[in-house]
């Protein structure tokens, strides 16, 4: 009985993980054929970086308000509508015929993203008993982790050989299969306890956690959205090794995402600390030395970081369905924010500033971290202390 149980709930993470999987791909693609679309489109590199910003500035704001709009309605068919939205945004993208229509649906597809992952780290944790949340979590997420092993180099390949408009074509068909695998095997599962009025944000250890998330994050992706130029121009390889790098970084984000999830179970705020003071020690070390080597190992900090903020959101947050999108929005502004810094840099010293901008956010979110803990400490120590709270 058990192990049907453990079966059913497999199967139901593995269809939440195939429709991340598809998020993942169309979000990450855009790094590997930065070149290509700004070639074809007839703009700079770094304009092009825009539609980075623009499809994570399209999370952050629909994060919320999509989530809003659907987390009154049964988990599974606000899952199932989500992904149309998402499928619609890729095919606009494919046949766009120029840059501004092809930034509407990056952004089109971004409404989608946020209350997706959302909703479906809730569906995630609601799976599993409490002390395996995060593990849940990252399973989920693990769809994202492999789009980066599979699909982006996938993606980056099919793009340099037949054009990106196919594909962006191949990833409105993961949508689609990703629709399937969720009407086949995620249990029907009731709507959340709606929380619309927004009382959550009036805790500021959920902006403390959002703020670190979007720091931590943002420090990833100022170097990442150019890590084609990074790696060719700066590391010397081939253009044509942006594939099997892209794979390196993937399995690397996969690791991550695994060793992270066991360390934010085991102990949150000491692993979330611990992995930032790491990341911005190794963005320094990525911006003198780009390699191999050095990508592989900025991938598995990545997304260690990844269940561990999630978590840290959710617990902050009440395990409310707003807090579970906020995560993914402050994951984005993140992103929006780290892409557009770093393009910044670049234009005025050159790539090798884009690790500068992201040591930079890490050490930001790394303050933001311990000053939340140093909070929480002395929220506990002052509910122990009977003179602190007669005080």
Same mark, same amino acid.
């Given at each position: 009985m058990r192990l049907a149980i453990v079966s059913r709930t497999g199967a139901a993470l593995a269809a939440l993980a195939v429709?991340?999987?598809?998020?993942?791909? +169309?979000?990450? &693609? %855009? =790094? $590997? @054929?930065?070149?290509?679309?700004? !070639?074809e489109l007839g703009v700079s590199v770094p304009t092009a970086g825009l539609l980075v910003s623009g499809y994570a500035?399209?999370?952050?704001?629909?994060?919320?308000?999509?989530?809003?709009?659907?987390?009154?309605?049964?988990?599974?068919?606000?899952?199932?509508?989500?992904l149309v939205l998402f499928i619609a945004g890729n095919v606009t993208s494919a046949v766009a015929t120029g840059f501004g229509v092809l930034l509407?649906?990056?952004?089109?597809?971004?409404?989608?993203?946020?209350?997706?992952?959302?909703?479906?780290?809730?569906?995630?944790?609601?799976l599993v008993d409490e002390k395996r949340r995060a593990r849940a979590i990252a399973a989920m997420f693990t769809g994202l982790t492999l789009s980066t092993v599979v699909g982006v180099p996938m993606g980056t390949f099919v793009g340099q050989q037949?054009?990106?408009?196919? +594909?962006?074509? &191949? %990833? =409105? $068909? @993961?949508?689609?299969?990703?629709? !399937?695998g969720i009407a086949a095997l995620v249990p029907p599962m009731p709507a959340l306890a709606a929380s619309s009025d927004g009382s959550v944000f009036r805790r500021p250890q959920l902006w403390l956690a959002l703020a670190m998330t979007a720091l931590g994050f943002g420090a990833v992706y100022a170097?990442?959205?150019?890590?084609?130029?990074?790696?060719?121009?700066?590391?010397?390889?081939?253009?044509?090794?942006?594939?099997?790098?892209?794979?390196?970084?993937?399995?690397?984000?996969?690791?991550?995402?695994?060793?992270?999830?066991?360390?934010?179970?085991?102990?949150?705020?000491?692993?979330?600390?611990?992995?930032?003071?790491?990341?911005?020690?190794?963005?320094?070390?990525?911006?003198?030395?780009?390699?191999?080597?050095?990508?592989f190992l900025l991938g598995?900090?990545?997304?260690?970081?990844?269940?561990?903020?999630?978590?840290?959101?959710?617990?902050?947050?009440?395990?409310t369905t707003l807090a579970s999108s906020a995560a993914?929005?402050?994951?984005?502004?993140?992103?929006?924010?780290?892409?557009?810094?770093?393009?910044?840099?670049?234009?005025?010293?050159?790539?090798v500033a884009t690790s500068w901008v992201g040591a930079a956010m890490a050490a930001g979110g790394l303050g933001v971290a311990?000053?939340?803990?140093?909070?929480?400490?002395?929220?506990?120590?002052?509910?122990?202390?009977?003179?602190?709270?007669?005080?």
């Open positions: 429709s991340a999987f598809a998020i993942g791909t +169309t979000e990450f &693609v %855009i =790094a $590997g @054929l930065l070149p290509e679309l700004a !070639a500035l399209g999370v952050v704001v629909g994060a919320p308000l999509v989530t809003m709009a659907v987390q009154r309605m049964p988990r599974k068919q606000a899952l199932l509508g989500l509407l649906g990056r952004v089109l597809a971004a409404l989608c993203h946020g209350a997706f992952l959302g909703v479906g780290s809730l569906a995630a944790a609601g037949w054009g990106w408009r196919v +594909t962006f074509w &191949v %990833i =409105a $068909g @993961l949508g689609v299969a990703g629709m !399937a170097p990442y959205t150019f890590i084609a130029p990074i790696m060719t121009s700066l590391a010397g390889y081939a253009p044509g090794d942006l594939s099997w790098l892209l794979v390196v970084f993937g399995v690397g984000l996969v690791i991550g995402n695994w060793l992270g999830a066991r360390a934010a179970d085991w102990r949150l705020m000491g692993t979330i600390i611990t992995l930032l003071t790491i990341l911005a020690a190794l963005l320094l070390v990525f911006a003198e030395f780009p390699s191999v080597i050095t990508l598995v900090v990545a997304f260690a970081t990844v269940p561990a903020f999630t978590s840290r959101v959710i617990a902050t947050g009440g395990g993914v929005a402050a994951f984005n502004l993140g992103n929006a924010s780290g892409a557009y810094l770093a393009g910044l840099a670049a234009t005025a010293d050159g790539y311990v000053l939340s803990a140093a909070l929480a400490h002395r929220q506990r120590h002052r509910h122990r202390d009977p003179a602190a709270l007669a005080g």
